[in-house]
């Protein structure tokens, strides 16, 4: 059995199975990525309900493992050198395809394209959508300048129109299904959270909405949505 002791997280989210996969998330865009490619790649793991308050994600036990309090991290007892934590989403799932040999792509070429649309989502269509989302359903929609909506409005526009161009004559972003899937559907999803999808136009996305149905349809993705619970 591991010991996971020397990870001051499972003071605060014990471990009932030590020996599988601890995950440490919310049902956010960013959290589901991990629990989806969990349940895709059939990999033993127990999740834990971190909430979004400062209680959780800047508790002392949390930033022993991230630093930058954000949901979702992982400690795998059974690491390459040994039991071992990591943040960031895009991270965790680059770990877990190379830990199970899917999804992450089996040539060097498939490698680097999946890591491609990984790094779009990661450095673009994530933080852009998430600011979309923050001036038009939360506290930034009290906000009297309307630059800012427009702003992310707009570049959330430009992305949608790379996506559905690139989703023209393929079911998958980087060809057979992956991690880059994992990453980008999720936050595809949240336009309806946020009540974006009339100013972006979503109806106008046919192979962008397409996508999100055979990704939603999926039943590691059912599983994934709801995993951690929210309470």
């Keep these: 059995m591991a010991d996971l002791s ?3 997280i499972t003071q605060k989210w014990p471990a009932k199975d030590p020996s599988v996969i ?30 979004l308050s400062d209680a959780d994600v800047k508790s002392p036990e949390f930033l022993s493992l991230n630093p930058n309090n954000k949901i979702p991290a992982i400690v795998d007892p059974n690491g ?3 039991p071992i934590g990591l943040f960031e989403s895009g991270a965790i799932l680059l770990y ?13 070429t498939e490698k680097a394209h999946i890591t491609q649309w990984l790094m779009f989502q990661m450095g673009g269509l994530g933080p852009m ?4 989302g923050f001036f038009y359903k939360f506290a930034g929609a009290q ?3 309307p630059r800012p909506r427009e702003r992310y409005r707009d570049e959330a526009k430009r992305l949608l129109t790379v996506l ?12 057979g299904y992956s991690i880059a899937d994992m990453a980008i559907a999720p936050w595809l ?3 309806d959270f946020y009540g974006t999808r009339d100013i972006l136009g979503w109806n106008n996305y046919k192979n962008v909405q397409a996508y999100l149905d055979r990704f939603l349809k999926r039943p590691a993705v059912q599983t994934g949505l709801v995993t951690p619970p929210r309470a």
Excluded: C
């Design 164 to 175: 559905d161009k690139e989703l023209a004559e393929k079911d998958w972003i980087a060809g």
């Design 96 to 108: 877990l395809a190379e830990k199970s040999g899917k999804f992450g792509g089996t040539t060097a």
């Design 6 to 8: 020397h990870f001051p």
């Design 189 to 191: 999803r949240a336009t």
């Design 129 to 132: 959508f998430g600011q979309m």
């Design 80 to 82: 390459p050198e040994g």
């Design 22 to 51: 601890q995950l440490y998330s919310f049902p956010t865009p960013n959290g589901v990525k991990v629990s989806i490619a969990l349940e895709e790649m059939g990999l033993a793991y127990e999740a834990h309900t971190v909430t």
């Design 143 to 145: 906000i009297e300048d």
